[in-house]
T-cell receptor
Framework: GAGVSQSPSNKVTEKGKDVELRCDPI?????LYWYRQSLGQGLEFLIY????????KSGLPSDRFSAERTGGSVSTLTIQRTQQEDSAVYLC????????????????FGPGTRLTVT | RKEVEQDPGPFNVPEGATVAFNCTYS??????FFWYRQDCRKEPKLLMS???SGNEDGRFTAQLNRASQYISLLIRDSKLSDSATYLC??????????FGTGTSLTVIP
């Protein structure tokens, strides 16, 4: 079946511009995560959505970052007034169930959006 | 202390060798454990979930030791295609998954 999709695959933007990244999770997956990965680094958690619950925004690095998930499906990550340190690969993942060790919480990743801020 | 720690390697092993990676985690209340592989400039792909009883999938065996707070991944009969970075992932009690920085494996012909 269809996996997680993300768009755009690459985005080059000038410092100070706003960008919007999109994620389409696997159909039926209730949990959605955003991460970012800088070159040669590990994944950094940004935000987590679970069903209709309030999102866990504790990983967002600044108030320039925000995310929405409309209708429990598609999510957009918005970065306002981009800075050069925002350059990274932004990865979205979804899972069938929320975390809890009961199975179904394996995350499946999209191909990512490579953001370059010049 | 980091939530999840892995030996970054690199591990360079010949084809056919057996190689093992360990990963330690700091939160004893962690509930879910996984191994992912990540190829260069690609997204992480789920390799195995790690169950308390240990589990095996072909040449891959994963084990969990809750008392010592570590998980392991054993790869037998290494193939060239196993070359990748292996990520240890732990769910801390709460909504967040923590990823190790990865262990680099290169299988040499």
């Amino acid at each position: 079946g269809a996996g997680v999709s993300q768009s755009p695959s690459n985005k080059v933007t000038e410092k100070g511009k706003d960008v919007e990244l999109r994620c389409d999770p696997i159909s039926g997956h209730t949990a959605l995560y955003w991460y970012r990965q800088s070159l040669g680094q590990g994944l950094e958690f940004l935000i987590y959505f679970q069903g209709n619950s309030a999102p866990d925004k504790s990983g967002l690095p600044s108030d320039r970052f925000s995310a929405e998930r409309t209708g429990g499906s598609v999510s957009t990550l918005t970065i306002q007034r981009t800075q050069q340190e925002d350059s990274a690969v932004y990865l979205c993942a979804s899972s069938l169930a929320p975390i809890g060790g009961g199975g179904g919480d394996e995350q499946y990743f999209g191909p990512g959006t490579r953001l370059t801020v010049t | 202390r980091k939530e999840v720690e892995q030996d970054p390697g690199p591990f360079n092993v010949p084809e056919g060798a057996t190689v093992a990676f360990n990963c330690t985690y700091s939160n004893s209340a962690s509930q879910s454990f996984f191994w992912y592989r990540q190829d260069c400039r690609k997204e992480p792909k789920l390799l195995m979930s790690v169950y308390s009883s240990g589990n095996e999938d072909g040449r891959f065996t994963a084990q969990l030791n809750r008392a010592s707070q570590y998980i392991s991944l054993l790869i037998r009969d290494s193939k060239l295609s196993d070359s990748a970075t292996y990520l240890c992932v732990v769910n801390k009690a709460g909504n967040q998954f923590y990823f190790g920085t990865g262990t680099s494996l290169t299988v040499i012909p």
